[in-house]
Structures are given as C-alpha cells and as structure tokens.
C-alpha cells in the first residue's frame, strides 16, 4: 500500500495564498466590470401592449413629460414608452408616465432608440460609443448586446427592423439580435491584410433601411460631396460600394441625407439651388424637387406607416416608402404652420403645427381639422410618436405624452 503524502505546513500556506490571491482577482475582476457598474430594475409584471387608437381625440392635453436628451423622437418599444437622461433609460406606462422599468449604467448614454421590441442604449468606453445594450421593453429584461469601436459621439437612429450609428468617422448597421450588418470607415487596428486602410473621408450624413446605408462624405479630394451607397454583402467590413459624385454640392452647406427607403436615398442639397434629390441604387436620379427656401438646420424625418415625412423648417413633404414617390406637401394654412414631421394615428396622418396639432387624410393631404394645444416656443423640431391612444412629442430634450 502506497503510504499517502504528508502536507506540510508551506504547502497550507501556498494553498492559503493561492487561495487569497483567486479571491483578490475575482473581486477586482468584479470591481472593474460592468456588471458592479450596472443597475437593472426589470418591471414588476410584463408591460402590456397598448391598443390601436380607434380614432384622433377630439382634444388633448398633457398627460406627463419626462427629461429625455439622448432621443431624438418618441422611442416606443414593447408597449413602454423609452426615455433616456443622463446614466438611466427609463420605461414609462404611456397614459400615466409611471416607470415600469430602468436601466442604468455608471457612465452617460450617448443615445437611445429601438428595434422590434426592444430599446436600444448606447454608452461610451475607451473606444468611444460602442457599448450598446438592448433592453425588452415588454419585461426590462437586458437583452443582445455589443461592443465595438465608435466615435465620440454617434447618431442613432431606426427603420424598426435594424439600427444605424453613425459618427464623423464611422457607421456601423445592426440587425436586432446586434450583429453587425454592415462596418464603415475609420478602425482602430487593421483586422484583415486585405481590408483598405482607414478611409479618409469626414462623414458628413447618413441614413438607413434593411436593405441599404446611404452616407453623405467630404473627401479631401474632391470637389465636392461624395453620396456613398453601401448594401450588405458577404463580409460586413467589405460592403458593396456605389459612388455618386455631387461636385456643385459643398460641405460645411447643411446637406444631408433624409431618408433611406429600400435602396433608394431622398438627399437634400442647398446648392446651387436647394432641392431634394431622389436616388436610386444605381446612382440616377429619378427626382430633384425644389424647394422654395433652404432648409431648416433643425429638418427633421420620420416614417409613419408606409409613408416617410420631411419637415423642411415650415412644411412636410410626404413620400411613399415604397421607392421614395413624392406624394404632397402639407404647408402653412394660415395660423397652422407645421412645427415637426407626422406620425400616424387611427389611419390619420398627424402633424405638429404652430397652436395645436393638425388632422390629415394620408392618401390627398388634405386638412380635416385642427386640434387646439399650447406649447413653449422652441427652435426644435416637435417630433411626434403614437403609443396606443397617447400621442407622443419630442420638444427638444423633453418627451410629452398628450391624451384626450
């Protein structure tokens, strides 16, 4: 029989230090992850999805509001209403403004938008805005999640099946589940040998569907702005490129993509003269519609139904999505001048106007009512949302909820 070992009071004491030592990395390893530096406060009871409004109210008025800078326009998602300040996303019950859930991190958003039914929130690392995480908006549950290498700051924005950030110096397009679809632009360290090098373009605008990333780029050497067409292809670092010179379109004049719709782009340039320029995949374009005046630095777009809507500054142009077809022009009647883009509602178009909020047919334009409500003047577009019965504006940094 073999006579077993003897432990010896330095092998007690190795394993003791050994032992402290795993205990000291795993509560630094805990100390410094973002685990320790997130706080999720998931909702008591699943959130429940609002019913369609079955017509317009009458009247309205302010149910609540809410803090929200890092959106842009009503963020709505499985049935709660997505604000985001400072570290916390919220989710609101849309008639009472309550908090359903939260979601907050030690370090402020760089923005906050949605895809499906989940929030999406965007904060910064080392390598800039590119810790992204998806919250349900039905049970404030986290979600897929990323990370990847971001500008500073980005600009998030939705077709409501995939998410596009975009800074001065890259973009990325993700699907919902946050794999990247498509990667464009400036990189940290070279990933593949055949990949180009950094690209030296300043990115300028840009605007996406599923099926496209359109992108507005001052190239050093061109004369002037460079609209890049980018569709989804076997690797997401090495898309599919179309180049579409716009020599008489300066940079530093406001120009910027509106809106993507499948492969098509609406473009607006100032100069020579400012219009909106529809672009098909090919690079032709298959409509340039003047405007009567520059646009708004504020102009703002949004994609009710299946219809997108430009605020210019005074009017909204209303397109199809389908292949971007112009359709009409609400613009001021009097008094009614329109603050913001549409939204839909109960098979009405809804636009934010100067006292109030106007009513629409969605197929002719025409005005079939005006609802009377104040707001604070802002220089802000009023971008407006639905969740339910409860009509949603973005006032700037402001989200308000509004019901009859």
């Not at 908006?137 to 700051?153: F, L, N």
């Not at 300028?204 to 569907?209: D, F, H, L, R, V």
């Not at 002037?224 to 292809?233: D, F, K, M, S």
């Not at 473009?267 to 090919?282: F, G, H, N, Q």
């Amino acid at each position: 029989m073999v006579k077993p070992e003897r432990r010896t009071r330095a092998d007690l004491l190795a394993a003791a230090a050994i032992a402290i030592a795993i205990a000291v990395v795993a509560v630094l390893v805990w100390w410094t992850s973002d685990a320790r530096a997130t706080i999720s406060r998931p909702a008591a009871s699943p959130v429940k999805t609002p019913s369609p409004a079955k017509t317009v109210p009458a009247t309205l008025r302010e149910l609540w509001s809410a803090p929200s800078p890092k959106t842009t326009l009503p963020v709505v998602a499985g049935g709660a209403v997505v604000t985001g300040d400072g570290h916390e996303v919220d989710g609101h019950d849309p008639e009472t403004g309550a908090v359903l859930w939260s979601y907050a991190r030690d370090l402020d958003l760089c923005g906050v938008t949605s895809v499906y039914s989940y929030a999406v929130a965007v904060y910064p690392d080392s390598r800039g805005c590119g810790q992204v995480s998806t919250i349900d908006g039905q049970t404030g549950m986290r979600g897929p999640s990323r990370t990847a290498y971001a500008d500073p700051q980005v600009a998030l924005s939705t077709d409501g099946t995939t998410v596009l950030s975009a800074g001065q110096n890259r973009l990325e397009l993700w699907r919902s589940d946050m794999v990247r679809m498509i990667s464009y632009g400036k990189l940290d360290a070279r990933i593949k040998p055949d990949v180009p090098g950094p690209v030296l373009c300043r990115l300028e605008s840009a605007a996406a569907s599923t099926a496209a990333v359109s992108v507005l780029e001052a190239c050093p050497d061109q004369a002037g702005l460079r609209l890049t067409i980018l569709r989804p292809a076997k690797e997401e670092d090495t898309p599919d490129l179309k180049y579409v010179p716009l020599p008489d379109v300066k940079d530093n004049t406001g120009a910027r993509v509106v809106a993507v719709s499948d492969t098509t782009t609406a473009v607006y340039v100032p100069t020579p003269r400012p219009s909106l320029m529809i672009i098909d995949d090919t690079g032709s374009t298959t409509a340039n519609l003047p405007l009567p005046k520059p646009a708004s630095p504020e102009a703002a777009a949004t994609r009710p139904g299946d219809l997108i809507t430009w605020w210019t500054g005074d009017a909204v142009m209303v397109f199809s999505a389908n292949g971007m077809q112009y359709r009409y022009t609400i613009g001021p009647a009097g008094p009614h001048v329109p603050i913001g883009p549409a939204t839909m509602m109960a098979g009405k178009l809804i636009v934010p106007v100067s006292d109030g909020v106007g009513v629409y047919d969605p197929v002719t334009g025409v005005n079939e009512r005006y609802i009377p409500l104040r707001r604070q003047a802002s220089e802000s577009a009023v971008v407006p949302g639905v969740a339910g019965s409860v009509l949603l504006e973005q006032r700037g940094p402001t989200l308000v909820a509004l019901g009859g």
